[in-house]
């Protein structure tokens, strides 16, 4: 490959980062503490195949089915695994309901804890130090950054994760949904309406976007 | 994604659009590590959150502005250090290892695979 050279001594670089993974990672190889096969089939598992889709076909089976949601508030661990999403970190999630009265939102003020088997990886912002911060100490504030506007009868609260403990926001049903079955419903899902820091969308807002 | 119009005039939020949340392949590598060694038992989880805590609270301290952008630069050192605690490695063996990858990427041609053991080959 005729790549002529802007490094000066013709050869690769890698950068200071890459080179501190690759570093640990032939290492950690080498003293059969992983094996090369399984980490690229994990990495391939968090970048493409878990995300935020495996949390909304869960907020649209309780939307749909009385008896998972009942399930759900009283086991998200258990009512999740149903679905086939479980964690590897041993995690329990929690599912925290939207109500007229409640609106849920999560935070880790810690570091980052979240419910990866559901909502994938997170966002650059949840682990921000002013989203990690202000979640807590002005929730509706940060809720109309996200142009969120709730009515003032509705609370706002802010749950706070753990290593132990992860949450799931489960969002209101949009209005003008009935009758509609758990695949529509689950594309009204957002991840931020499973973290809070959104609703799920009107069923106008996905026309108009598809 | 709702609400992603509000959220540009917050600088200090930042914020991916619902897509990849690695910003390089090393983000991804260095976060499956983890994973995978706290599967084989290497650590348990709430001590990989208490070590990524503690490294991200040291950062801070020594001026990282912590927006989000650093925090698999966190990660990794985080990760470093819970594996020299717990003996599977240690800070030297690191850093000799990493000068080797770093002679095989300069001894390697531009868009040749790059792989250790190849500085020693010419």
Known sequence: ?????????????????????????????????????????????????????????????????????????????????????????????????????????VVCTLCSCYPWPVLGLPPVWYKSAPYRSRAVADPRGVLAEFGVTLPPETAVRVWDSTAEMRYLVLPLRPAGTEGWDEDRLADLVTRDSMIGTGLALAPAEVEAGA | MSGGAALDAVPSIPRDDDGPVFSAPWEAQAFALAVELHAKGVFTWPEWAEALGAEIARARAAGDPDTGETYYHHWLAALERLVAEKGVTSKAELGDRKDAWDRAARATPHGEPIRLGRELET
């Not at chain 1, 878990?50 to 089915?65: E, K, L, Q, T």
């Not at chain 1, 949601?69 to 329990?92: C, F, N, P, V």
């Open chain 1, 1 to 105: 490959m005729a790549h002529d050279g802007h490094h000066d001594d013709g050869g690769s670089a890698l950068d200071e980062m890459t080179l501190r993974v690759r570093a640990l990672e032939s290492l950690l190889v080498e003293k059969g503490y992983v094996d090369p096969p399984a980490l690229d089939l994990l990495i391939e598992t968090y970048e493409k195949k878990v995300g935020p889709r495996n949390g909304a076909r869960v907020v649209a089976r309780a939307w749909s089915d009385p008896d998972y949601k009942a399930r759900l508030l009283a086991d998200g661990t258990a009512a999740i695994a149903e679905l086939g999403y479980s964690g590897r970190q041993g995690e329990h999630i929690k599912v925290v309901e939207n109500t007229g009265q409640t609106h849920n939102m």
